[in-house]
């Protein structure tokens, strides 16, 4: 089982997007997924068509990662009502940001690690949607996690957060979990005509080179569209949607081929 954090460390970047986006192109191509609505806004939740309400959820998990209480905080997604496959949810909850202090203990740190042993054979691939900042929460995912990929935009800010990130990474990967490495920079929202976009991007290149992952995603209102209809982008009709789809599958082809996921590797793998 392979463990994605997506995460950024600036609010409004599109984050959750990206994690939907991934969702969708694993559940595209049958990959037995699982994903961590770690963000207390929940939104990852609602965009996979599930309901929160009468449910246990994550904040119940990082409560109790007891074996019992994990698997009664995951649901199957709305998406397979109409698409067979396995893509759950761990649901998510605005309680969650109880556990979110900026002190936590190592015990705390964790809880996560602990909750995801328990599935750890009935999934090839975790998503874990984490939440805008550098506390409790986003140090249980990464302490969790293989790889982070780290979700920015073109804009002012852009190469600072990023830069933030990747150097709070190493700290966790050094003092907490030697396995965490960063994926690489996904940037997201891109304006292709844009000035101001071109000259970000080449800043993030020249500062972070290869960890600047391609495609960069673009602007587009499909997307928007998919996930406030909790529909897969990957089945979503128009060109700006299957755009979106062939991008997301390319991003998801390098956390396989970089996690070595199951058997996709070599099964996607070039014949010598």
Avoid at 19 to 30: E, I, R, V, Y
Avoid at 36 to 43: E, G, H, N, T
Avoid at 129 to 154: H, M
Wanted: charged content about 20%.
């Amino acid at each position: 089982m392979h463990v994605l954090s997506v995460s950024s460390l600036k609010g409004g970047v599109g984050k959750t997007t990206v994690s939907l986006g991934l969702a969708s192109a694993a559940f595209a191509k049958g990959i037995r997924t699982l994903v961590v609505d770690l963000d207390p806004q929940s939104d990852v939740s609602t965009g996979m068509d599930i309901s929160l309400s009468g449910r246990l959820s994550v904040a119940d998990v990082l409560a109790s990662p007891k074996e019992k209480t994990v698997r009664q905080a995951i649901t199957p997604s709305g998406w397979t009502k109409t698409h067979a496959g396995t893509i759950d949810v761990m649901i998510g909850s605005p309680s969650a940001i109880n556990f979110d202090g900026p002190h936590p203990s190592i015990r705390d740190i964790w809880k996560l690690e602990e909750a995801l042993a328990h599935v750890e054979s009935e999934y090839d691939l975790v998503l874990i949607d984490c939440a805008p900042s550098l506390n409790a929460l986003t140090r249980t995912a990464w302490a969790a996690s293989d790889r982070v990929s780290v979700v920015t935009e073109p804009g002012l800010f852009s190469v600072a957060a990023a830069d933030r990130a990747l150097r709070a990474i190493e700290e966790i990967r050094r003092g907490l979990s030697p396995r965490l490495q960063p994926l690489g920079i996904i940037v997201n929202r891109v304006r292709a005509q844009s000035l101001e976009h071109q000259f970000r991007i080449k800043e993030l290149r020249d500062m972070f080179g290869p960890l600047v992952l391609s495609p960069q995603l673009p602007e587009r209102t499909a997307l928007q569209q998919a996930q406030g209809a909790a529909k897969p982008v990957h089945i979503w009709p128009g060109e700006s949607a299957q755009e979106m789809a062939k991008n997301f599958d390319l991003l998801l082809d390098r956390v396989m081929r970089t996690g070595r996921v199951g058997e996709y590797a070599e099964l996607t793998a070039p014949k010598a």
